[in-house]
Nanobody
Framework: QVQLVESGGGLVQAGGSLRLSCAAS????????MGWYRQASGKQRELVAV???????NYKDSVKGRFTISRDNAKNTVYLQMSSLKSEDTAVYYC????????????WGQGTQVTVSS
């Protein structure tokens, strides 16, 4: 069974930093696009950042210049370095692994809470 396990969430003051990690198991990690999504209370889940299997990255406009996504294929882990955090970054952050071949394979982690106090 595929597992994505997030860690690194917590409570931080505005302007602070956090690094989220997502460790994957039972998938060929290097073949998957890896993304970080977030869902704030009462809102829909949204894409924050993605790093493709080839290493290309893309970010939600509001986090550009503040967040950095990276992957370590040797460790089957994807990271999200978050800096200059704002109260509006408060959400549950989810890791996603996706691969599109004939069909789309998509797996989710359980989520980690990030709370930014102002």
């Amino acid at each position: 069974q595929v597992q994505l396990v997030e860690s690194g969430g917590g409570l931080v003051q505005a302007g602070g930093s956090l690094r989220l990690s997502c460790a994957a198991s039972r998938i060929t990690f290097s073949l998957y696009n890896m993304g970080w999504y977030r869902q704030a209370s009462g809102k829909q889940r949204e894409l924050v950042a993605v790093v493709t299997e080839s290493g290309s990255t893309n970010y939600k406009d509001s986090v550009k210049g503040r967040f950095t996504i990276s992957r370590d294929n040797a460790k089957n882990t994807v990271y999200l370095q978050m800096s200059s955090l704002k109260s509006e970054d408060t959400a549950v952050y989810y890791c996603n692994a996706e691969r599109r071949v004939v069909t789309t394979q998509s797996f989710w982690g359980q989520g980690t809470q990030v709370t930014v106090s102002s």
